[in-house]
């Protein structure tokens, strides 16, 4: 088995996308470790052309007692983005800083957004809404 992850493009605009992740553990399965959830060359339409950059602009979250992260994909080390803790819900928006921007260079970043988890165990479940402004 593996753990159940859907994820659902609620918008797709010109300047935006809106991303909405259920996980939920299948109770065997070990954590997850730099999942794709968003790869700018594929979740888009049209897809972006070679060098895709996102920027994440808010998340909203609720997590039932898993933690995980947020990183942009780079080919030698990933850069953490953002931290989610387990048994909490949050909103935040980071639009009026800019927004959390991949800040690779052109030959290390391949523009996807990842997850990695902690402790997603039996039981476990959680929701993510992700807004995306596209680079």
Do not use: C, M, Q, R
């Given at each position: 088995m593996a753990h159940k992850i859907t994820i659902t493009k609620l918008m797709d605009g010109p300047k935006n996308g809106v991303f909405h992740i259920f996980i939920?553990?299948?109770?065997?399965?070990?954590?997850?470790?730099?999942?794709?959830?968003?790869?700018?060359?594929?979740?888009?339409?049209?897809?972006?052309?070679?060098?895709?950059?996102?920027?994440?602009?808010?998340?909203?979250?609720d997590?039932?007692?898993?933690?995980?992260?947020?990183?942009f994909d780079y080919l030698i080390s990933d850069t953490k983005l953002w931290s989610m803790s387990g048994g909490q819900s949050a909103m935040v928006d980071f639009g009026y800083l800019g927004g959390l921007k991949d800040r690779s260079n052109a030959l290390d970043g391949t523009g996807k957004l990842q997850l990695t988890t902690s402790g997603l165990t039996a039981g476990k479940f959680g929701s993510i809404i992700i807004r995306v402004k596209k680079s």
């Open positions: 939920e553990s299948d109770g065997v399965s070990p954590d997850l470790i730099d999942y794709v959830l968003i790869d700018p060359a594929e979740s888009f339409s049209p897809s972006f052309p070679n060098k895709p950059l996102i920027t994440v602009e808010s998340i909203s979250y997590l039932t007692g898993f933690d995980s992260y947020l990183d």
